[in-house]
């Protein structure tokens, strides 16, 4: 009931998003239709969001609210982006999706996002872009689509500039340094992170419920755990760029990336109650050791050649390396039996995985027809080599563990994808554009076991991804655009592996080799209208998936056995928008959100999820006189249908000022908090099965109040001579804003 009012609060005060806006775009590669459709770019009266249906971007550099935030604070304000207060993203309602830096995908961001995000400041990002139909291009794999993080932009005149950012808060504190010198036609750009989260020990208070429906004693079992814990977080990275002619051009950088956290205090009961509700016995846990640590280093190389005097036409070649590391060991004790014989009370769980990760590309672009036609064709190959070590020690104390050989694992998967892709983008009289592609990708998948006595497998994949979409231009402000988009999503490592885990003396958990890829089908129809005052779009889409991997648990008496399986037949219709008003020159509210209807059935395991769902998020902005700006903002996430059954909602608020000063307003402070009215937020996952119904309640410590301080410094010439070409130090662009690499 409290979200309930909640709604109508937020509505009249609401708010960190600022206005809608568009401007050319000159960082990742543009979904094919954008590059003829340049010149009827959908334009606000500020340049904050901008949006042409198959891509959406938020600047946050012209963002005053989003100055003294966090990244992930900045993407609660991002339409067809959702927050979870777990720290969760889901892109227009999917999980599963890339994340991009600079128009590259990181993969070693990918596996730990959420830590990441929220120790990077908002303002080490100049745009944030969301890319829900991506076209041949990129990667088919990622059913919600691109995330990309543009760190740099083309810095335009000769010179330096920078930012030093740094904010202390009851969850974190951070320190970061980014900035740009450029000096003819060199440019480098560096950034560096530094931060702790826990600065207040994280808290969260997990709670699972189990009833057993076929068992005639055994009926119910329930566990409570708390823990507490805190992380730190490194970033560097470091990027050049040469531009000896309009024709050519050269690109290089790297970055590291460094998470580790240690698990402060945990703590645990486990109790099993029978049909009477009378206890039949119970147990304690607590964890002794508890750490993670994800690194990751990544290095690229790129160089573009044009065969005209605007590289319009041009060929790219492209190289990448990615090395990343995860660890997670944590040893637990349990003690205090009453009425259970607890045969090993002591057990260290050892889970170090490597990931080995070699690109490279050739992507070709050749505009015709006077620029209103392009032709576009590449290849891209990956090598992957994944390995995993897990090791599960148990034993009477500390001293005396040994190793249990059927719950150890050390396993080797080499993953080759051959990738190529052609496409056509055109534009009719200026108000029809076209654009169609198709992308083939071919996996080999080769899983090998270091212990002889297990056997390996190899696996093919073949996927055929198309795409296609009409953009219709009813004026500088308004289209309509109809589009179809395939997606998929390759089985992961874990979800193959054929190994038997024992997770605890009630759960196990092994893989499926048989899996194939799911083919995510979607097609939108989204319609955009911006006026000087008022503007956004809305977005009806129909999404199909025939055979969805399915994480499901079945039981064997009161031992969950986890596993996963290409059983799902998903259905999704959904109704997504977002709504900005410029109440006046000083005042502005942003409303988005979507609502939709999930149907997932999977009649192999006699299972089936339905329900309606859906978030929005409302944001008002007043910049006051004396140079305060003020913001305030909050949303809600109603309900989420899973595989399995469903989960509660959770709502998020948060308030904040900041104002510059110096010349040039070059120091800026600021100070927000969010969620302070209540100490801990969380919710509930229901998941039935023929077996057993339960429910997993968690709740987090969730208040946040920060104090940040950023300053921006630099020395630009006002006259320099211009190459002619806007490309970016990462290179990734369309034929009109000169391209790059495209994924």
Do not use: C
């Not at 000096?183 to 994280?202: E, Q, W």
């Not at 001293?399 to 052609?422: L, V, W």
């Not at 009806?540 to 969950?560: C, F, H, V």
């Amino acid at each position: 009931m409290k979200s309930i009012y909640l709604l109508p609060a937020l509505l009249m005060s609401a708010g960190t998003l600022t206005t809608l806006a568009q401007e050319p775009a000159d960082t990742v590669p543009e979904p094919e239709v954008s590059i003829n459709l340049d010149d009827f770019v959908v334009t606000a009266q500020k340049e904050v969001i901008k949006s042409d249906g198959a891509k959406l971007t938020y600047d946050v550099s012209e963002d005053e609210s989003a100055k003294g935030q966090t990244l992930l604070d900045a993407l609660k304000k991002v339409p067809m982006v959702t927050v979870d207060a777990q720290d969760n993203i889901q892109i227009n309602g999917n999980s599963g999706f890339k994340i991009y830096v600079n128009g590259k995908e990181d993969v070693m961001m990918e596996a730990n996002y959420q830590k990441i995000f929220k120790a990077m400041p908002a303002e080490s990002v100049q745009k944030i872009e969301v890319l829900t139909e991506p076209g041949a291009k990129y990667d088919a794999e990622g059913f919600g689509g691109i995330l990309n993080l543009v760190t740099e932009t083309q810095q335009r005149r000769d010179g330096y500039s920078g930012t030093l950012a740094a904010g202390y808060g009851t969850k974190q504190a951070y320190l970061s340094a980014y900035g740009t010198i450029k000096a003819d036609k060199v440019m480098i750009s560096l950034n560096a992170t530094g931060a702790m989260d826990g600065i207040m020990p994280n808290k969260n208070i997990n709670e699972t419920s189990t009833t057993y429906l076929n068992s005639e004693t055994d009926r119910l079992l329930k566990s409570k755990m708390k823990q507490k814990f805190g992380f730190g977080y490194e970033q560097a990275g470091l990027n050049m760029s040469w531009e000896p002619s309009a024709r050519h051009l050269f690109t290089m950088g790297g970055s590291f990336n460094n998470v580790n956290g240690h698990i402060k205090q945990f703590s645990g009961t486990s109790t099993m109650y029978d049909a009477s509700g009378a206890k039949r016995w119970s147990y304690d846990t607590d964890m002794t050791r508890g750490s993670v640590l994800n690194q990751g280093v990544s290095a690229n190389a790129s160089y573009r050649i044009g065969f005209n005097d605007m590289a319009s036409h041009r060929i790219i070649f492209a190289y990448m390396f990615d090395f990343g590391k995860n660890f997670l060991d944590f040893t637990n004790h349990n003690f205090n039996g009453d009425n259970y014989t607890i045969l090993t009370p002591w057990r260290e769980n050892i889970n170090h995985e490597y990931t080995r990760q070699h690109t490279v590309q050739a992507d070709y672009s050749n505009p015709f027809g006077n620029g209103t036609h392009t032709l576009d064709a590449g290849f891209k190959g990956i090598f992957r080599r994944n390995s995993a070590i897990s090791q599960f020690n148990v034993g009477d104390s500390m001293e005396t563990m040994r190793p249990a050989s059927d719950n150890s694992d050390d396993i080797r998967q080499n993953m080759e994808i051959y990738a190529g892709y052609a496409a056509y983008n055109g534009s009719f009289g200026g108000k029809v554009g076209l654009t169609a592609g198709i992308r083939y990708e071919h996996t080999v998948m080769h899983l090998e076991y270091h212990d002889a006595a297990k056997t390996g497998f190899t696996s093919h994949l073949n996927d055929w991804v198309p795409n296609a979409a009409v953009t219709y231009i009813f004026g500088p402000a308004t289209n309509l655009r109809l589009a179809y988009q395939m997606r998929i999503s390759r089985p992961s490592l874990s979800q193959v592996n054929p190994h038997v885990t024992k997770l605890s003396d009630q759960m196990t958990q092994t893989g499926n080799p048989d899996l194939t890829s799911e083919h995510n089908n979607v097609v939108s129809l989204t319609y955009t209208n911006f006026g000087r005052l008022l503007g956004g779009n809305v977005k009806l889409s129909y999404e199909q998936t025939d055979n969805s991997i399915i994480n499901y648990t079945r039981y064997e008496g009161i031992t969950a056995i986890e596993t996963y399986g290409n059983y799902g037949r998903r259905r999704i219709t959904s109704l997504s928008g977002f709504l900005n008003w410029n109440i006046t020159n000083s005042m502005s509210l942003s409303v988005n959100g979507d609502i939709r209807y999930t149907d997932i059935n999977a009649r192999k395991i006699n299972q089936r999820s339905h329900g309606w769902g859906g978030n929005y998020g409302i944001n008002w902005n007043y910049s006051a006189p004396k140079g305060f700006r003020f913001n305030v903002g909050g949303g809600q996430t109603i309900h989420q249908i899973t595989s399995q059954g469903y989960s509660t909602g959770y709502y998020y608020y948060g308030l904040g000022v900041n104002k510059s000063f110096l010349k040039d307003n070059a120091l800026t402070v600021g100070l927000s908090a969010w969620n302070f009215l209540r100490a801990y937020q969380g919710g509930t996952w229901h998941t039935n099965t023929p077996d057993t119904r339960s429910s997993a309640s968690w709740s987090n410590w969730s208040p946040s109040v920060a104090l940040t301080l950023s300053w921006n410094f630099g020395h630009l010439k006002e006259k320099v001579k211009e190459s002619g070409l806007n490309i970016n130090p990462d290179d990734t662009s369309s034929a009109k804003a000169q391209g790059g690499i495209s994924m």
